[in-house]
């Protein structure tokens, strides 16, 4: 009987590099306190290549102090000094493995719970009726399909107070407004369901994106009704109930947003999207 040799298993292809950057040009009327979440989350699996963040004022550098958030987030908090402020952000990471992340006790009662932008116990009835047959593994992908036909996406039609009711309403919004509806309606149907801020390569136009994590099994699973970006580069920023948790940008005093730019690139080619159930945010 002739020799055999084992096969030799063909060599796994690297992760890809995601180039990311964010400016911001704040305009402060006092000296106020200020957060930002900007920076790539620090989560398993990924990898922080390379990064930096400069603060700039009327006279010059500005003092930043990180905060590790039990999510992973990583937050910036600094005095803005009246006038113009200047925020720059860069990084390169990689995705090195997407493995699906258990839903913790506590995370279930979170996920599950009403909150400021997701009013999930005013939206029963119409869950029930659109969704009450599906089978609970597919509601994510059911659920954000169904966003995605139902609301269109306009950029600068909504506020910064409305709710997915409001969204709902006037059948338009922009991915936090989609994000917010998505993750009420499945908390609506006791699906733990969670709003994350990312960046995301091939986004148009390119901005801080929002999406939904929804643990329908017991491991989170992202959801997009958006479908503006691809799930498989998209890389964490924040995480949370709905957009108070996850925005970019706190503030304590008068600060005027005056412009923001937001760049995220992965090097290669992007992949594309089925849009189905088991896609994972690292």
Do not use: K, N
Request: proline share 10%; glycine share 8%; net charge neutral.
């Amino acid at each position: 009987m002739p020799e055999t040799t084992p096969a030799t298993a063909a060599p796994t292809a690297p992760a890809p590099t995601t180039s990311v950057r964010a400016a911001l040009r704040l305009l402060a009327g006092a000296p106020s306190e200020a957060v930002l979440a900007v920076a790539v989350a620090r989560r398993p699996g990924v990898r922080v290549l390379t990064e930096t963040l400069r603060v700039d004022g009327p006279d010059g550098v500005v003092p930043v102090h990180p905060l590790q958030a039990a999510s992973g987030a990583l937050l910036h908090r600094f005095t803005a000094p009246a006038g113009p402020v200047r925020v720059e952000y860069a990084a390169t990471a990689r995705a090195e493995h997407r493995a699906p992340h258990r839903l913790a006790e506590l995370e279930r009662w979170e996920a599950t719970r009403p909150s400021r932008y997701c009013p999930s116990d005013r939206l029963g009835t119409l869950a029930a009726r659109e969704f009450g047959d599906v089978p609970r593994g597919q509601l994510p992908a059911a659920v954000a399909a169904w966003v995605h036909a139902q609301l269109e996406y306009v950029p600068g039609s909504s506020g910064p107070t409305d709710t997915a009711l409001d969204t709902l309403l006037a059948r338009r919004g922009v991915c936090r407004d989609h994000a917010h509806v998505t993750a009420a309606l499945l908390r609506a149907l006791d699906v733990p369901a969670r709003v994350c801020s990312a960046y995301a390569p091939g986004l148009l136009p390119m901005d801080f994106h929002v999406v939904v994590e929804a643990a329908p099994g017991g491991t989170w699973e992202v959801v997009d009704a958006t479908r503006l970006a691809p799930r498989a580069t998209l890389l964490r920023i924040a995480t949370g109930r709905d957009a108070a948790d996850t925005a970019f940008l706190t503030t304590s005093g008068p600060v005027r947003l005056e412009a923001v730019q937001v760049l995220a690139a992965v090097d290669g080619d992007l992949p594309g999207d089925h849009h189905g159930p088991g896609a994972v945010l690292p």
